[in-house]
């Protein structure tokens, strides 16, 4: 389970599946982009209320970040 803040939209619980290259902690102060407009949906025994975005293939599940920072909420265009 993965919990992010998304400024004023509080935070949001997500059941991103990034364990692979990432250790509990490790994301702390990492801005991802994410899709906030989906329903709840129930994955895993997590409410997951956000989509991380991510790429996957050979280098496995790689979370999409932006460079360089940009304002927390910004919209992904």
């Not at 250790?23 to 129930?42: F, I």
């Not at 989509?51 to 293939?57: D, F, Q, R």
Request: no cysteine; charged share 15%; aromatic share 2%.
């Amino acid at each position: 389970m993965l919990e992010d803040g998304f400024g004023p939209l509080r935070v949001k619980t997500s059941s991103a599946q990034i364990t692979e290259h990432h250790a509990p902690g490790d994301l702390v102060g990492t801005q991802v982009a994410a899709v906030l407009n989906l329903a709840p949906k129930r994955v895993v025994g997590v409410t997951s209320e956000v989509l991380i975005l991510a790429s996957t293939g050979a280098d496995g599940t790689v979370l999409l970040s932006p460079t360089p920072r940009v304002t927390d909420g910004s919209r992904v265009a």
